[in-house]
């Protein structure tokens, strides 16, 4: 078969799974629209991700905005830290990602820093790919696509780069949702956007994309999930930061320290059930973990599920421990709440000093400002004999010291139930578009055809899109043999009847059998009806499938029964 890619996205058009964006006015790179079969294929794909995390997990679901104010990309690092590096050719003045222009070059272009691609750039004598110019120094690109909320032009926000931070913000309402209990995790599925220098390899890379990604928050004190020994005979190729693949089983790879958190491990091993559920080849999918230079700003652990494709090996879900990083920034700059509580088992009489803010003289020095500022001094901890330490808040960027007459020190005594503590993350996050263009392509084959089939030619090839009943657009097509009454009328009662019962066919009666059933094949469906005169005698269809193309009856009466079984 032809580049793997081409292959993929020929049939992708022509049968309506993707189309590119905005063409009848030349397109635009890292945009495509899902056409009909690709929307089936794609929220198929995400009932199933629901199905392992929101069933299978008990996690809680919530629907966030893709927009946000600055302050919050401000407080989580992405302002900062959300960059790649770009160069632009001083003849033509292309742009593209430097780590880019290394590939084949330099191993791990995209952990190298600013001045380690230069040198790395001038080294190989790299030239512009579009006109073999001169390309410049690299320099830092923020990602996030800048917008403006309401009329108020020093009002800005951005569209969101991932989803995750909907969900931190929102920690404490979730928390009580979750009856104030670690663990408990939520899910998010939607659209993220980030505005890549240069997009290329179409779903592989995108500037708007469809991300399903979910935050588990954990006691920091937690090594192990509850549930891990579901799993730990789970075997899966490991590449580990250290040296070469290896192929384990999780419990091993938690013993050996490979992995060692067993919350990474856990979900690394849902994870794989999942894919390989909705179709990916599991001889082409492994784990590899980040190097240390590679990680996201914050993150303190990642393995990566990559998947082989004819772009090599591309990575299609992120497993990262998130650590405390961003509950924690989102609490110092709101001056909120976004804490848990670890009860003890008998509450304890406790006496201590403690700051206590004087709310009117902060409110008049620092107005909106006054409660981080409030915040910053009751987080202050005192022993005994402590002097009260300076306190700063960052205020409008710049570090601010509030002085002793904004608060006094109290000693108080009081009940305690239990110590409050910043929730550990383990995050998840999956690329649906990567996930369903890799389904594509690690099922889509190519059959040589040597006996004919309801008229197909001897030695003919069809191509043939092997995916599971679960995630296929259609579960069946459905077809009167021939075009005439007395048959399309029994083919057209049959498509109601599963209708009804939520069971969605492709019904045809154009062209030959063979070739209807070869339009099947080619789209994914995995089982084909056939009304035939034989049918009309004893109320019978024959149900045909797939990838072995065997053939048997099955009363009409029972049908609907059937179909259910073969999807499920």
């Not at 690709?38 to 199933?48: D, F, Q, S």
């Not at 980040?290 to 998947?307: I, N, R, S, V």
């Not at 304890?348 to 902060?362: G, S």
Request: proline content about 5%.
């Amino acid at each position: 078969m032809e580049n793997p890619f081409n292959a993929v996205m020929s049939m992708a058009k022509r049968r309506g799974y993707l189309w590119p964006s905005f063409e009848i006015y030349g397109g635009s790179a890292g945009f495509y629209d899902y056409g009909p079969l690709g929307v089936r294929l794609k929220e198929n794909v995400l009932a199933e991700w629901r199905r392992c995390f929101l069933v299978g997990e008990g996690f809680l679901e919530i629907d966030t905005p893709m927009i946000a104010p600055e302050i919050v990309f401000e407080a989580s690092g992405h302002l900062a830290e959300f960059t790649d590096f770009m160069v632009r050719c001083e003849q033509c003045k292309g742009s593209f990602r430097a780590d880019h222009l290394l590939e084949g070059k330099v191993e791990n272009a995209d952990a190298l820093g600013k001045e380690e691609l230069g040198s790395a750039l001038s080294e190989h004598g790299v030239k512009c790919p579009d006109c073999s110019g001169q390309v410049g120094a690299p320099y830092p690109f923020n990602l996030m696509f800048q917008t403006q909320i309401g009329p108020d032009s020093e009002r800005r926000g951005y569209l969101r780069p991932e989803t995750a931070q909907g969900i931190f913000l929102d920690f404490a309402l979730l928390y009580r949702q979750a009856r104030e209990r670690l663990p408990f995790g939520v899910i998010q599925v939607g659209r993220g956007f980030r505005n890549e220098i240069s997009p290329r390899q179409g779903l592989i890379r995108m500037r708007e994309f469809n991300m399903a990604e979910a935050e588990v928050f954990i006691d920091p004190d937690s090594t192990e999930h509850s549930r891990f020994s579901e799993v730990a005979d789970i075997e899966v190729p490991l590449v580990p930061n250290t040296g070469d693949t290896v192929t384990s089983t999780l419990g091993a790879a938690i013993e050996s320290g490979m992995i060692c958190n067993g919350n990474l491990a856990y979900f690394m091993a849902r994870t794989y059930q999942f894919l390989t559920t909705v179709g990916l080849d599991p001889a082409r999918l492994r784990f590899r973990q980040h190097l240390p230079d590679e990680m996201a700003h914050y993150a303190g652990d990642c393995w990566d599920a990559e998947a082989l494709t004819g772009f090599g090996w591309v990575e299609i879900v992120g497993i990262a421990d998130r650590s405390a990083y961003d509950l924690s920034a989102h609490r110092d700059r709101s001056g909120k709440d976004l804490t848990a509580l670890r009860k003890y088992d008998q509450p304890v009489m406790v006496t201590k000093r403690v700051l206590v803010p004087d709310m009117r003289a902060i409110g008049r020095q620092f107005k909106g400002d006054a409660p981080r500022v409030s915040a910053a001094i009751k987080a202050v901890e005192l022993a005994d004999d402590d002097e009260v330490p300076d306190i700063t808040v960052e205020i409008n960027g710049a570090p601010t010291s509030v002085q002793g007459e904004l608060f006094e020190v109290k000693e108080v005594t009081e009940k305690v139930t239990g110590e409050r503590f910043v929730p550990r993350v383990v995050e998840p996050s999956f690329g649906v578009d990567r996930i369903v263009y890799t389904i594509l392509e690690h099922n889509l084959r190519q059959e040589v055809r040597e006996e004919q089939e309801g008229g197909d030619e001897d030695g003919e090839a069809f191509r043939v899109l092997g995916l599971p009943p679960r995630v296929a657009p259609f579960k069946f097509g459905l077809f009167p043999l021939v075009s005439k009454p007395e048959l399309t009328t029994v083919a057209q009662e049959i498509d109601a009847m599963l209708k009804e019962h939520d069971i969605l066919a492709n019904y045809d009666e154009s062209g030959s059998i063979g070739r209807r059933y070869a339009r099947m094949d080619e789209v994914g469906t995995p089982y084909c009806i056939t009304v035939d005169f034989d049918g009309l005698e004893d109320r019978s269809v024959t149900i045909r499938e797939r990838d072995s193309r065997s053939q048997r009856r099955v009363p009409i009466d029972d049908l609907v029964d059937e179909a259910r079984t073969l999807i499920k």
